[in-house]
């Protein structure tokens, strides 16, 4: 049993209703803050925030709190702009719910006050005080000279005529160009190999001045770019094989450079091929490109070629096939 017992004080006291203390959807924060708010003295212009902290409500729980105030028409707030184009944040604490349509009628009547802080009128920025000297335009016409001494400038030299080409005989179709369009030249054909095969569409722009390099050699040699692209159609591989590093293999085929044949089409006597191709072999099955295999002895077919029978080949008879499996070892 809980026995009550009442004594007015003499001053310092604030009147509150039974229904904003017992209210049912306002917490104990909720309650302190806005009694606390309630028991302010008239002109009073503490914000909520200030009384959360003297009434030692957390961040979290304030926010709660003043949600909930909100939320039940005991708070109100509004953004007006004050003098001096500040904006000011106006809050409303009645002891009764109001709508709001009632409290900005409310607010209206309020006067807006600034930050204690004196604050200074907006004006007109002040004019800019120019440079001295007058304007002059940017220069355009390149970097000047560091050093009025010096017997050369900085800037960028004026190319040359060229002086007129001579007039020359047309080059004959897929003739070897000559040693001065090497390097223009091979860098055409190294720029058209991503459309000489689907295997080398990813060859990497770094490599190109490198390739290029390469087969400016095979150019200088006396090759024609059609023999060039041959040699590389004879190194890709012909099984659907990917080719994973398609500037890597370019490289490597492009790296040694054999004599260039004779007019005739025969190489000379004297000329021998290089060490890695004389013991390559070009197989004469049925190839979509030239295929080349190491032989194992005189045979003239590739180990795909002898594994696999030719079509519409009827069944081959015992000695056939120890015929092949002989020349095979």
Request: net charge positive; glycine share 6%.
């Amino acid at each position: 049993m809980i026995y009550r017992h009442h004594i007015a004080p003499p001053r310092a006291f604030t009147q509150f209703s039974h229904d904003l203390i017992r209210h049912p959807r306002l917490s104990s924060d909720a309650v302190r803050l806005l009694t606390w708010q309630l028991s302010l003295p008239e002109g009073a212009r503490e914000p909520l925030s200030r009384t959360a902290e003297r009434a030692r409500i957390g961040a979290c729980a304030f926010t709660r709190a003043k949600r909930q105030l909100k939320e039940e028409g005991f708070v109100h707030e509004r953004r007006v702009q004050g003098p001096g184009g500040h904006w000011v944040t106006q809050q409303l604490v009645s002891n009764v719910p109001l709508s709001d349509a009632e409290a900005v009628k409310i607010l209206a009547r309020m006067p807006v006050h600034t930050p204690s802080a004196a604050v200074s009128p907006q004006v007109s920025p002040s004019p800019r005080i120019p440079a001295a000297g007058a304007p002059t335009p940017r220069p355009t016409d390149g970097h000047p000279r560091t050093d009025p001494g010096e017997n050369t400038s900085h800037r960028p030299a004026e190319p040359e005529p060229e002086p007129k080409p001579e007039p020359e005989a047309e080059p004959q179709p897929d003739a070897a160009p000559h040693a001065a369009d090497a390097p223009e030249a091979a860098r055409a054909l190294v720029a058209a190999l991503p459309r000489l095969s689907p295997d080398l569409r990813r060859i990497p722009r770094g490599m190109y001045d490198e390739l290029a390099r390469h087969v400016s050699r095979w150019l200088a040699a006396g090759h024609t770019p059609t023999d060039i692209r041959t040699h590389i159609l004879r190194g890709l591989p012909d099984d659907g094989t990917p080719v994973h590093r398609p500037g890597g293999l370019l490289r490597y085929l492009l790296r040694d450079v054999p004599p260039s044949p004779t007019p005739s089409g025969t190489a000379p006597a004297a000329a021998r091929p290089s060490s890695r191709l004389a013991a390559l072999r070009e197989c004469e099955g049925d190839h979509v490109q030239a295929t080349l295999f190491r032989p194992m002895g005189d045979e003239n077919l590739c180990r795909r070629c002898l594994d696999s029978p030719p079509p519409n080949a009827g069944p081959l008879d015992s000695g056939t096939v120890a015929h092949q499996l002989k020349e095979h070892v």
